[in-house]
């Protein structure tokens, strides 16, 4: 299982993110400087904790669409061209494979 979470340092303001397994159970990470006791999860009620991604705006919830896992893939192969595409430019951009 994967769960992500963070832990406060010990002394200084800072915070690591990391899974809990395997991550925290390794034994580099409990010599470091930080509170490995207080390893917190980072998503709480299905959603990422509100200081490290705000929620959407009303706006933005209604502007949402959803997409299939195969169009994030394809979108995020053409953000490696075009930093600045969108969904809509998939069908453009990336012609379907054919099967």
């Keep these: 299982?994967?769960?992500?979470?963070?832990?406060?340092?010990?002394?200084?303001?800072?915070?690591?993110?990391?899974?809990?397994?395997?991550?925290?159970?390794?034994?580099?990470?409990?010599?470091?400087?930080?509170?490995?006791?207080?390893?917190?999860?980072?998503?709480?009620?299905?959603?990422?904790?509100?200081?490290?991604?705000?929620?959407?705006?009303?706006?933005e919830f209604r502007r949402s669409r959803k997409i299939k896992p195969q169009q994030i893939n394809r979108l995020e192969e053409l953000w490696k061209e075009k930093p600045l595409a969108g969904v809509e430019d998939l069908t453009v951009a990336l012609p379907e494979k054919a099967q």
């Design 1 to 59: 299982m994967f769960l992500l979470g963070f832990m406060p340092a010990k002394v200084d303001a800072y915070l690591i993110l990391l899974c809990r397994e395997p991550c925290l159970r390794q034994l580099s990470v409990k010599e470091s400087s930080y509170d490995t006791d207080n390893w917190q999860p980072l998503i709480k009620n299905k959603a990422l904790l509100e200081w490290l991604c705000h929620p959407p705006s009303d706006l």
